[in-house]
T-cell receptor, first 115, second 109 residues
Framework: GAVVSQHPSWVICKSGTSVKIECRSL??????MFWYRQFPKQSLMLMAT?????????EQGVEKDKFLINHASLTLSTLTVTSAHPEDSSFYIC???????????FGQGTRLTVV | GQNIDQPTEMTATEGAIVQINCTYQ??????LFWYQQHAGEAPTFLSY??LDGLEEKGRFSSFLSRSKGYSYLLLKELQMKDSASYLC??????????WGAGTKLIIKP
């Protein structure tokens, strides 16, 4: 199956700093990428959908100025958590699809801990 | 509204069979997915159904009834490594996945 690489796998940062998470599709062109957040013992919560070359579409309740998403190429999307706070600590997962594929391929996830 | 329902937790015995049910209600329908997620890891794809009926893939099978808005995942010959959460997700008319909360499956020896 297709491979989506997410980096870093885990990160610890100080409150008030920014963290960038990368999501790369290694062997296919990802026209659409999805960013999810998952709190312990809960399901995936869609944060935003990004299409290559256009602005991301954010879900209700997700602050677009806090969670900056860039999808500048067909193989790379980034999520930047700006001015992170302890309540932003969570598991962040990206997934990617291309036009002809119905299955969403997931990255490995990034565990963010803000101290 | 859009809604996915699946049991919160199930327990089964090693070597046995377990069926995890999922009912869905979404705006449009473009298929039903099942994913497996081990604690601390990203989900991994198990199955995709878009037509009614049973799809068999090794020890795992998935069933869909579109008229009933119902699916199940059947796991046979359970192994300890099958202990995980199983996520049901329906793809709506905008090709977005609507996720259930997941079913935590506990396998006992």
């Amino acid at each position: 199956g297709a491979v989506v690489s997410q980096h870093p796998s885990w990160v610890i940062c100080k409150s008030g700093t920014s963290v960038k998470i990368e999501c790369r599709s290694l062997d296919f062109q990802a026209t659409t990428m999805f960013w999810y957040r998952q709190f312990p013992k809960q399901s995936l919560m869609l944060m935003a959908t990004s299409n290559e070359g256009s602005k991301a579409t954010y879900e209700q309740g997700v602050e677009k100025d806090k969670f900056l998403i860039n999808h500048a190429s067909l193989t790379l999307s980034t999520l930047t958590v700006t001015s992170a706070h302890p309540e932003d600590s969570s598991f962040y997962i990206c997934s990617a699809t291309s036009g002809g594929v119905t299955e969403a391929f997931f990255g490995q996830g990034t565990r963010l801990t803000v101290v | 509204g859009q809604n996915i329902d699946q049991p919160t937790e199930m327990t089964a015995t090693e070597g046995a069979i377990v069926q995890i049910n999922c009912t869905y209600q979404t705006s449009g329908f473009n298929g039903l997915f099942w994913y497996q997620q081990h604690a601390g890891e990203a989900p991994t794809f198990l199955s995709y159904n878009v037509l009614d009926g049973l799809e068999e893939k090794g020890r795992f099978s998935s069933f869909l009834s579109r008229s009933k808005g119902y699916s199940y995942l059947l796991l046979k010959e359970l192994q300890m490594k099958d202990s995980a959460s199983y996520l049901c997700a329906s793809m709506d008319s905008n090709y977005q996945l609507i996720w259930g909360a997941g079913t935590k499956l506990i396998i006992k020896p």
